[in-house]
């Protein structure tokens, strides 16, 4: 059972930069591909971004282009997602999952095999 622990939740002001991490202690996240989630209060879970378990393909949505990157430690278990920007639409519970084997992107939850917890982030002046 792999267990993700998400960190780096906060309040922030709009403009301000926040990073997310996911992280295992007990296996490897080597080979997961690793998606970021978020809900906004009263929404569903949308997905944000995504990183390949095989060549570290990335892939975002159009509304956090350019202000989001993802990227992995395999050495360290972890996944960071690194926000700045921050707009208050980014509000919402962060959650990031582990996709085992995954190789082309996916925001289909039920492709995900692992979810973390999830951490709050508020953008707010």
């Known amino acids: 059972q792999l267990q993700l622990v998400e960190s780096g939740g906060g309040l922030v002001r709009p403009g301000d930069s926040l990073t997310l991490t996911c992280a295992t202690t007990?296996?490897?996240?080597?080979?997961?591909?690793i998606g970021w989630f978020r809900q906004a209060p009263g929404k569903g879970r949308e997905g944000v971004s995504w990183i390949s378990s095989t060549d570290d393909t990335t892939y975002y949505v159009e509304s956090v282009k350019g202000r989001f990157t993802i990227s992995r430690d395999n050495a360290k278990n972890t996944a960071t997602l690194q926000m700045v920007g921050l707009k208050p639409e980014d509000t919402g519970v962060y959650y990031c999952?582990?996709?085992?084997?995954?190789?082309?992107?996916?925001?289909?939850?039920?492709?995900?095999?692992?979810w973390g917890q999830g951490t709050q982030v508020t953008v707010s002046s």
């Open positions: 007990q296996y490897t996240l080597e080979y997961y591909a």
């Open positions: 999952a582990a996709d085992l084997w995954g190789s082309t992107w996916s925001f289909e939850e039920n492709e995900y095999d692992y």
